[in-house]
């Protein structure tokens, strides 16, 4: 008896480790049965189709327009604009991210204008690629400008860019939803935006939409790509959107 049941131990053991093994294999292989032709796709679950975008109700940082300060450029609202302290956390000299060195793009809207720049240049150790959405007022027959918020992000010659390029198109619709903060055009259209480091973006469809633009830049001799929808006709929630793309060879 107590032989029997030393090997069905055995054999419960051997049985829990090809399961343990199976699970492993399933979380760090990747399982991508969505290429076909050089292209892949990506399709929410069909129970995750109904899950529909909600817009998020925005205020101008918590401030009414009598509390906000304008000024006769955007880049000097931004000169002036408290977006240093409130990205501390960043690795960027005092007051460094607040300079506008090269405009890369405007979105221009009616009460909003959302600027795509750069701080800082590939001859210093560290540069900012910041989009910010300042809000603008005509004031004595001339634009006037006030800084609301903004997404910044810096990077280095050492910065190195790995990961999966499509998921990162997945992750880019995903925080789409709460980045409409910086959307020029809010609550009228639907801002998307997301930044890529390979020439097949210029592929990438959503829910069958091309991009309305893509933003070529340089980054310490390395060519990056920002593209954006000013208007993404969906009413999918952002990580519920589908999306194809050319794969990289």
Known sequence: MKKFLKILLIIIGIVFLIFAALICIGLFVDYDDHIENGRYTYVPEEENKGNEYIEFKL???????????????????????????????????????????????????????????????????????VIARCKKKIENEST??????????????????????????????????????????????????GYAHDKEIYSL???????????????????MYMWYYNDLKSNKRGDCLSYSVDVPE
Not at 94 to 106: G, R
Not at 205 to 222: F, L, M, T
């Open 144 to 193: 006037q400008y006030a800084f609301v918020n903004a997404t910044p992000a810096t990077t280095t010659p050492d910065t190195t860019y790995g990961g999966d390029f499509k998921k990162f198109i997945h992750l880019s619709l995903t925080i789409s939803d709460i980045q409409q903060d910086l959307n020029p055009n809010y609550p009228d259209t639907r801002f998307v935006f």
């Open 59 to 129: 205020t101008d940082n918590g401030k009414d327009d009598s509390k906000l300060t304008y000024y006769n450029s955007i880049e000097e609202a931004i000169l002036n604009s408290p977006l240093k302290a409130e990205h501390e956390n960043l690795s960027a000299p005092e007051d460094f991210l607040n300079h506008v060195d090269e405009i890369l793009h405007i979105w221009n809207g009616k009460q909003y204008d959302t600027v795509f720049y750069r701080a800082g240049s590939d001859n210093d150790p560290v540069q900012g690629f």
């Open 205 to 223: 469809e959503v829910e069958g939409q091309k991009p309305d633009g893509i933003i070529e830049y340089e980054e310490y001799g390395r060519t």
